[in-house]
C-alpha cells in the first residue's frame, strides 16, 4: 500500500475510491526551446506524483501532501483568482482553468505523494495533470491529450506565472515505455521512437543536488523575454513582419537570418539565439540518433546540450554545474544535462547499468568534496523508462 492511501485512511478512515498516478519526466535533448515553438526529445519515468482521492459531492476541495505541511481547502464555484504563493497554487489554477470549458459540480478530497525530491523532473506538471485526470473522473469529463496539456500549460502560464512551454506536459501524457518521444512543439505532432533492438542497454539516472529553488522566482522567465526580444530584432533586421511582442518566437526566424544578423543583436540576446538553433538541430540529430541505436552519439549530444545550456543559455547554480562537470568524466555515463531549467533541482544521465553502482560511488564522493554541506540532502537514483499518464 502506498503511503498517501495510509494517510488517506488516517484522515478519513475510509479507503479511497480512486488512484491516479502521473509520471515524472527528463529532457536528454531540447531544453529550453518549446517556448519558442521548437523540437524536444523526452522520457516519461517510474516515479512520480500519486493521489488518493475520492468525491465531494458538496463541491469541496480538500487536498493535503505528504511532502508539504498544510492542508488547501477551497470551493470549486469559489477558487481564488490570484496565486496563494503555496504548493496547491497549481491545483486551484487547473480547477479554474477546467470550471472555465465544463461545469463542474463535484469536488473531491485527496492525498498527494511524490516519489522524489522535488526540482528539475516537472512535479509541478505532473501534480497538475494528475489531480487534473481525478477531477475530470469525478465530474464525468473526458478530455484529449492535447486537451489536458493546454490546460495544465495555462496554469503555469496564467495563474502560476511561469512562461513555460509544452515540454513537460507532453513528455509525461505522451510517453511510452521502452521508447523515445520526439514532439515538435509548433504543431504537436510527435512520434514514439522505439529504443533499437541492437542499443545498448541503458537506465536514466537521476543526481539530485540537494538544492530547491521556484521557477517564478528564478530567471526563467527574463530567459524566455530575451529569446523573443532576439527574434523580434532579428524579424526587424530583416524586415520580416511582426505582430505582438508576446507573439514573437524564434521558430519563426530562418536559421539564415540569425547567421546574417546576430553580430548586431546584444550580446545576451544572441547567446540565447544561438542556444535555440543549435539545439533545434541537436534535437533533430538525436532522434536520428535514437532511431538507429546510437546511444554514444545520442549521449554525445545531450552533452552539448548540457554545455550550451551553461555558456550559451546561461543558466545553471554552481551545484549543478559541478554535477554536469563530474557526470562528463565519469565512466558508464552516456550524456546527460540539467534536468529541467536548471536554476534547481537536479541533473539526468543516460547510463551504462552495469556502471551503476560506481558512478553513484564517484559521483556522489566528488559531488560532496564540493559541496560538503548538502551531505543527507544530495541523492543518487536509477530509473527506467516509463508510461505516460494514462487518460
Not at 10 to 34: N, Q, T
Not at 344 to 363: F, H, N, W
Not at 369 to 384: E, I, N, S, W
Request: glycine share 8%.
Amino acid at each position: 500500500m502506498l503511503q498517501c492511501e495510509e494517510k488517506f485512511f488516517e484522515l478519513y478512515h475510509k479507503d479511497p475510491e480512486g488512484m491516479a498516478f502521473c509520471p515524472y519526466r527528463v529532457c536528454p535533448i531540447g531544453a529550453h526551446s518549446d517556448h519558442q515553438l521548437g523540437k524536444i526529445t523526452g522520457l516519461a519515468i517510474d516515479r512520480g506524483i500519486h493521489l488518493a482521492y475520492k468525491p465531494k459531492h458538496n463541491g469541496v476541495i480538500e487536498l493535503c501532501s505528504l511532502q508539504f505541511d498544510k492542508r488547501a481547502q477551497w470551493h470549486i464555484h469559489s477558487v481564488p483568482e490570484v496565486r496563494q504563493n503555496d504548493w496547491a497554487d497549481y491545483l486551484r489554477g487547473a480547477t479554474l482553468e477546467l470550471g472555465m470549458r465544463h461545469p463542474l459540480s463535484v469536488g473531491l478530497c485527496g492525498v498527494i505523494q511524490g516519489t522524489l525530491p522535488i526540482g528539475g523532473l516537472s512535479s509541478s506538471a505532473a501534480v497538475t495533470l494528475v489531480y487534473l485526470s481525478a477531477l475530470c473522473r469525478v465530474n464525468g469529463i473526458s478530455l484529449t491529450d492535447l486537451e489536458m496539456i493546454e490546460m495544465a500549460v495555462a496554469v503555469e502560464n496564467r495563474y502560476v506565472g511561469v512562461s513555460s512551454g509544452k515540454l513537460d506536459q507532453s513528455c509525461e501524457l505522451f510517453s511510452r515505455k521502452d521508447h523515445l518521444l520526439y514532439l515538435d512543439t509548433l504543431d504537436d505532432h510527435y512520434e514514439l521512437i522505439p529504443t533499437h533492438p541492437a542499443m545498448k542497454p541503458y537506465a536514466i539516472a537521476i543526481f539530485f543536488s540537494g538544492v530547491e529553488r521556484t521557477l517564478a522566482g528564478s530567471k526563467f522567465n527574463m530567459r524566455v523575454d530575451e529569446c523573443r526580444s532576439a527574434a523580434y530584432a532579428l524579424k526587424a533586421f530583416a524586415g520580416m513582419e511582426y505582430g505582438k511582442f508576446g507573439d514573437t518566437h524564434l521558430r519563426e526566424v530562418p536559421v539564415e537570418v540569425f547567421l546574417e544578423y546576430r553580430h548586431r543583436l546584444p550580446e545576451n540576446w544572441a547567446k540565447r539565439a544561438e542556444h535555440w538553433y543549435t539545439e533545434f538541430a541537436r534535437v533533430e540529430q538525436g532522434a536520428e540518433a535514437w532511431r538507429r541505436g546510437d546511444l554514444d552519439s545520442f549521449g554525445r549530444l545531450s552533452f552539448e546540450s548540457g554545455h550550451s545550456s551553461i555558456y550559451n543559455y546561461e543558466t545553471g547554480s554552481p551545484e549543478l554545474k559541478t554535477l554536469y562537470d563530474i557526470m562528463t568524466h565519469t565512466d558508464g555515463i552516456y550524456g546527460g544535462r540539467f534536468s529541467g531549467a536548471g536554476f534547481k533541482g537536479c541533473c539526468m544521465a543516460l547510463i551504462d547499468p552495469a556502471y551503476s553502482e560506481s558512478i553513484g560511488r564517484q559521483v556522489e564522493e566528488q559531488y560532496l568534496r564540493a559541496f560538503p554541506q548538502l551531505k543527507g540532502k544530495y541523492q543518487y537514483v536509477v530509473c527506467h523508462s516509463a508510461d505516460g499518464l494514462i487518460l
